[in-house]
């Protein structure tokens, strides 16, 4: 059974910082990348950061500098580094895992999605 379980999500003041932990289990594909959503009330959800391959990443212009993504294979554990939180970063993060192949991450994919977690930034 496969399980992608956030955690670490809250309420904080603008400049603060929150580290999001996404903990998978199960076995879906052999490879895979992995990436941080957010959704923000009444939008659907953005893909803003994502890991594959042996650490390379990518991230959305607008969070570079402030967010980190970063994953512990060992542990089957994915991160988000969060600094710097301003009011607009307010939303319900979530953790997915799309499979990897020749085209690259098929993000066009369902995919595992965990349950999401809440971060709320106040001015």
């Known amino acids: 059974q496969v399980q992608m379980v956030e955690s670490g999500g809250g309420s904080v003041q603008a400049g603060g910082s929150l580290r999001l932990s996404c903990a998978a289990s199960?076995?879906?594909?052999?490879?895979?990348?992995m990436g941080w959503f957010r959704q923000a009330p009444g939008q659907k959800p953005v893909r803003f950061a994502s890991i594959y391959s042996v650490g390379r990443t990518n991230y959305a212009d607008s969070l570079k500098g402030r967010f980190t993504i970063s994953q512990d294979n060992a542990e089957n554990t994915l991160y988000l580094q969060m600094n710097n939180l301003r009011p607009e970063d307010t939303a319900m993060y979530y953790c997915?895992?799309?499979?990897?192949?020749?085209?690259?991450?098929?993000?066009?994919?369902?995919?595992?999605w965990g349950q999401g977690t809440q971060v709320t930034v106040s001015s």
């Open positions: 199960g076995y879906t594909y052999s490879r895979y990348c």
């Open positions: 997915a895992r799309v499979p990897y192949n020749s085209l690259g991450c098929r993000w066009s994919t369902f995919g595992d």
